[in-house]
Structures are given as C-alpha cells and as structure tokens.
Nanobody, 122 residues
Framework: QVQLVEFGGGLVQAGGSLRLSCAASGSIFSINAMGWYRQAPGKQRELVAAITSDGSTNYADSVKGRFTISRDNAKKTVYLQMNSLKPEDTAVYYC????????????????WGQGTRVTVSS
C-alpha cells in the first residue's frame, strides 16, 4: 500500500504565504514525477506545478513567479511554497505522484493525496 499525506493548508490573507508538504509512504521502489493540483469550487482540477525525479519543474502560468515546487527524494516528500497568495488561489490542493511499486515485478501507478484546503481572504 502507498499513501500520500499532505500537510500545510489553512487560511491566509491575500499577499501571505503558505507551504504545503506531501509525504509518500509504503512499499515504494521509486518515485517518478510528483506534483500539485488544485480544484476550486465549481471548477475542474488543474495542474499547479510538477517536478520530475531529476528536479525539472513546470508551473501553471497563473502561479509562475509566486509558487515554487521542490522535493526531497530521501524523505519521499514534495513541497509547494506559495507566496503572494491571491483569493483566486483558494482551492483544495492535491498531491500527485507516479510511483513504482512491487518488487520483483515492478508496476508504475499514479497516486493522489486526500487534499488540503487553502483559503485566501481578500
């Protein structure tokens, strides 16, 4: 079993900062890409930021220059530093990871965290 557990959501005023973290645990052989998605009320889930196993990143245009994704491979953890938050960043944020499991027969699966709510007040 593999689990992704997120921490760090909450309520913040516009212009403030939050840091989200997501730790993977379980019978993991390796972790490939990790990322953060968000879903605002009445909207589809969208990619916020992603990072590959070698550290290459990509961001949604709406968060470029404000959010930074990083990972600690030894801790099996991905982070999202969110600065200059805006009310439109309000959403439930979900951690996502592509993880290889299952020695000796390896299998690549996609996993999701349970979501953490971020609310930005104006």
């Amino acid at each position: 079993q593999v689990q992704l557990v997120e921490f760090g959501g909450g309520l913040v005023q516009a212009g403030g900062s939050l840091r989200l973290s997501c730790a993977a645990s379980g019978s993991i052989f390796s972790i490939n890409a990790m990322g953060w998605y968000r879903q605002a009320p009445g909207k589809q889930r969208e990619l916020v930021a992603a990072i590959t196993s070698d550290g290459s990143t990509n961001y949604a245009d709406s968060v470029k220059g404000r959010f930074t994704i990083s990972r600690d491979n030894a801790k099996k953890t991905v982070y999202l530093q969110m600065n200059s938050l805006k009310p439109e960043d309000t959403a439930v944020y979900y951690c996502n990871a592509h993880i290889t499991i299952g020695l000796p027969t390896l299998q690549l699966n996609e996993y999701w965290g349970q979501g953490t709510r971020v609310t930005v007040s104006s």
